[in-house]
Antibody, heavy 121, light 113 residues
């Protein structure tokens, strides 16, 4: 059974930092692109970042480039999202998402329950 | 970036009737080399993460009821829910994966009339 368990969310002041984690199980983690997608309260879905298997190539939405860093540790079946210089508009539920297949990328067949990040003074 | 525009924002349909959700991309998401449209549909119920319904614009994910169907090509796509059931009340999102960057539509809320 596929499981994705996010952690690390919380309340942080503007300009602060947080590190999110997503622990995965139930599939061959090292073969899959993994992604972060966020959802601001009462709003729609916004893709944040993805990381490929193998080379670990990373992609980001423009609004987080230079502030967020995605990484993965295949030995721990975990991805991370280091978030720096946080802003109020980063407030959202952050989901970890798994690609549907190792070869057909960037659409997601399994999502975690999310971890809430609140940026406020 | 490819902008995804959904319509309508919300719709109310009677039980057993058909619901139609539209999604338009600002540029084609059809890839000629493999003849595929890089378009997925998700369903999100309150308090739950999204669930994949359709990928490659028209392929139903395993376990998804056959009353859900996807159609369209290029820039215009449709999600159809035939014979609407009470459990289909949700917000529906389209997503293009021609990228990255990946983009979602704004969502369409489907309710019971």
């Amino acid at each position: 059974e596929v499981q994705l368990l996010e952690s690390g969310g919380g309340l942080v002041q503007p300009g602060g930092s947080l590190r999110l984690s997503c622990a995965a199980s139930g599939f061959t983690f090292s073969s899959y692109v993994m992604s972060w997608v966020r959802q601001a309260p009462g709003k729609g879905l916004e893709w944040v970042s993805s990381i490929t298997p193998g080379t670990g190539t990373t992609y980001y939405t423009d609004s987080v480039k230079g502030r967020f860093t995605i990484s993965r540790d295949n030995s721990k079946n975990t991805i991370y999202l280091q978030m720096n210089s946080l802003r109020a508009d980063d407030t959202a539920l952050y989901y970890c998402a798994k690609d549907r297949s190792a070869t057909d990328r960037y659409h997601f067949d399994f999502w975690g329950q999310g971890t809430l990040v609140t940026v406020s003074s | 970036d490819i902008v995804m525009t959904q319509s309508p924002d919300s719709l109310a349909v009677s039980l057993g009737e058909r619901a139609t959700v539209n999604c338009k991309s600002s540029q084609s998401v059809f890839y000629r080399s493999n003849n595929k449209n890089y378009l997925a549909w998700y369903q999100q119920k309150p308090g739950q993460p999204p669930k994949l319904l359709i990928y490659w614009a028209s392929i139903r994910e395993s376990g998804v009821p056959d009353r859900f169907s996807g159609s369209g090509s290029g820039t215009d796509f449709t999600l159809t829910i035939s014979n609407l059931q009470a459990e289909d009340v949700a917000v529906y999102y389209c997503q293009q994966y021609y990228g990255p960057p990946l983009t979602f539509g704004g969502g369409t809320k489907v309710e019971i009339k």
